[in-house]
């Protein structure tokens, strides 16, 4: 024995989960959607992946692309309940930080913070997978942020390169 005291297990988004020192958590929801959580010993912080099943190389429509990385950009953009600023705010407030990307298989959100904040993420999580809004000014701006990115990556050499090598796999 360490010394240290386990906490006794809580319920989170459906399944009991550890709260010990050094053990992560996964689990799978019905959609396909992978969450894990990672707590650093002796609990002090959290990282919370969200990984969806879906990337680039689900987009079947010829000619069209960029469709994942466009709804990444989207789950950044809020619900009704807390829209964009407010999401923001709170991240701060908890010290919480967020980022995602958008590979051929998968796209992930992760976040990482204090461990205090993890309840209040995991319901600002929720709310953001299952009311996220969708509104035409914003997808005319974050559609033309998406192409940007992609134009400025598809200038390097090394970009294009992979785009090739891709193509082959």
Excluded at 19 to 45: F, I, K, L
Excluded at 126 to 136: C, F, N, P, T
Excluded at 137 to 157: F, H, M, Q, T
Aim: glycine share 10%; aromatic share 8%.
């Amino acid at each position: 024995n360490t010394g240290q005291r386990k906490a006794a297990p809580r319920q989170f988004s459906g399944r009991v989960c550890s709260r010990a020192p050094g053990t992560g958590q996964r689990g799978q929801q019905r959609c396909g959607h992978q969450r894990h959580v990672a707590h650093s010993s002796p609990q002090r912080s959290f990282a919370l992946y969200g990984v969806v099943g879906v990337g680039s190389r689900d987009e079947v429509e010829a000619g069209h692309s960029g469709f994942a990385h466009f709804f990444e950009h989207m789950m950044f953009k809020g619900t009704k309940s807390t829209p964009a600023p407010a999401r923001t705010a709170l991240l701060g407030r908890l010290g919480v930080d967020e980022s995602g990307y958008t590979t051929d298989d998968f796209t992930t959100y992760h976040l990482a913070g204090p461990s205090d904040a993890l309840p209040q993420i995991i319901a600002l999580e929720g709310d953001r997978y299952q009311h996220l809004s969708i509104e035409e000014a914003l997808v005319k701006i974050e559609s033309r942020a998406v192409l940007g990115e992609y134009n400025k990556d598809a200038a390097k050499p090394d970009e294009k390169a992979f785009e090739v090598l891709s193509d082959l796999a």
